[in-house]
Nanobody
């Protein structure tokens, strides 16, 4: 069982920045593929970005503005968000793929990010 706990969400003006964190339980965090997803009101959950070892991949809508990273010593992944837009408003979830096989095994409860115009 892996528990994921997000933090760092909040209210920010358009053009501002936020950094989200996700702390994971488990002794083999460094082997997990980690990701961030988001769900806006009335919309389906969508992929934001992922990190596997040091390889990263971003959705086109956030590429160049968001950066995913991880600190394996702290069992933590981060999402640094810059140049935020109102359309980035959503609940952000972190997820873990324990064997990097393309299926997300565990999810956090999410943290709200609201970007005002």
């Amino acid at each position: 069982q892996v528990q994921l706990v997000e933090s760092g969400g909040g209210l920010v003006q358009a053009g501002g920045s936020l950094r989200l964190s996700c702390v994971a339980s488990g002794r083999t965090f460094s082997s997990y593929q980690m990701g961030w997803f988001r769900q806006a009101p009335g919309k389906e959950r969508e992929f934001v970005c992922t990190i596997r070892r040091s390889d990263t991949y971003y959705a086109p809508s956030v590429k160049g503005r968001f950066t995913i990273s991880r600190d394996n010593d702290k069992n933590t992944e981060y999402l640094q968000m810059h140049s935020l837009k109102p359309e980035d408003t959503a609940v952000y979830y972190c997820a873990a793929d324990l064997d990097s096989m393309g299926s997300w095994d565990y999810w956090g409860r999410g943290t709200q990010v609201t970007v005002s115009s």
